[in-house]
T-cell receptor, first 113, second 111 residues
């Protein structure tokens, strides 16, 4: 069964450094999302992306965050200057045009020191 | 030390019994509801969904019930197995939009 994949599985970085989290969507999926989950808390929406544009973003998704689909396959989340509070699990989710169900990847655990 | 973060409600069920996990949602405009299962260190896994024009939907060993009058959603798991142990999230969406997750319920299956 096709799955969303994410790399890296774990990332440790110093505060102020840039990180790029990568997601490979399921092949016929055209809608992409990033969510995050701070340890012990619920999953929170960050941004949705379709047709090379941001469709919606949350208050969390400030100027330090950006998304792109650089090569038609990967979908990336960039954090320009990481803060301690960016430490969380980051999940990519994707869906088809026809169905609302979002399928989640295994996540990237980001630790900012 | 002091713990930080949400304290999840926990449901402990004997193996083989049926489990019922409840959820209250807040947005009257939501018309699509999903249950996700999250095992430790993994991403949310889709279990079952239901649209607002339905009040019941069945899958394999799982049933979702929707009561729009009181904005209540429940997940029933038949013959609960040890592999069902996880955190279960209800989630809502305005349809083709972002998914808003609830706080989750931890299901512990006692062998």
């Amino acid at each position: 069964e096709p799955e969303v994949t994410q790399t890296p599985s774990h990332q440790v970085t110093q505060m102020g450094q840039e990180v790029i989290l990568r997601c490979v969507p399921i092949s016929n999926h055209l809608y992409f999302y990033w969510y995050r989950q701070i340890l012990g808390q619920k999953v929170e929406f960050l941004v949705s992306f379709y047709n090379n544009e941001i469709s919606e973003k949350s208050e969390i998704f400030d100027d330090q965050f950006s998304v792109e689909r650089p090569d038609g396959s990967n979908f990336t989340l960039k954090i320009r200057s990481t803060k301690l509070e960016d430490s969380a699990m980051y999940f990519c989710a994707t869906r088809t045009e026809a169905k609302e169900t979002q399928y989640f990847g295994p996540g990237t655990r980001l630790l900012v020191l | 030390g002091e713990s930080v973060g949400l304290h999840l409600p926990t449901l402990s069920v004997q193996e083989g019994d049926n489990s019922i996990i409840n959820c209250a949602y807040s947005n009257s405009a939501s018309d699509y509801f999903i249950w996700y299962k999250q095992e430790s260190g993994k991403g949310p896994q889709f279990i079952i969904d239901i649209r607002s024009n339905m009040d019941k939907r069945q899958g394999q060993r799982v049933t979702v019930l929707l009561n729009k009058t009181v904005k209540h959603l429940s997940l029933q798991i038949a013959a609960t197995q040890p592999g069902d142990s996880a955190v279960y999230f209800c989630a809502e969406s305005g349809g083709y939009q972002k998914v808003t997750f609830g706080t989750g319920t931890k299901l512990q299956v006692i062998p």
